[in-house]
Nanobody, 130 residues
């Protein structure tokens, strides 16, 4: 059974850092592009970042650009989201998702859109507060 499991969330002070992990079981991640999404209470789900299956291509929402870094280790079947300079507005449940769909144009639009993805994790809570 294909499964994605997020970990690494927690409570952190503004300006702090966290590294989220997205581990796959039941399949190998190297054939999948992975996206990170988040949803804050009362808000719509937001695409945060994505990484292509090879790791060559990445993209970020404007709200996290320069602060978050996505990476993958296909040997460990895991994708990471390093989050630095965290702000209270980063507080949300963070989800990872996987897709085999391929887009070669408008990648920012397609890969930061939830409907592109077929498999989702259960999420990990990130709270940024003093």
């Amino acid at each position: 059974q294909l499964q994605l499991v997020e970990s690494g969330g927690g409570l952190v002070q503004p300006g702090g850092s966290l590294r989220l992990s997205c581990a796959a079981s039941g399949f190998t991640l190297d054939a999948y592009a992975i996206g990170w999404f988040r949803q804050a209470p009362g808000k719509e789900r937001e695409g945060v970042s994505y990484i292509s299956s090879t790791g060559i291509s990445t993209n970020y929402a404007d709200s996290v650009k320069g602060r978050f870094t996505i990476s993958r280790d296909n040997a460990k079947n895991t994708v990471y989201l390093q989050m630095n300079s965290l702000k209270p507005e980063d507080t949300a449940i963070y989800f990872c998702a996987a897709t085999q769909r391929r887009y070669y144009s408008n990648t920012y639009y397609y890969y930061l859109r939830g409907s592109t993805y077929d498999y989702w994790g259960q999420g990990t809570q990130v709270t940024v507060s003093s």
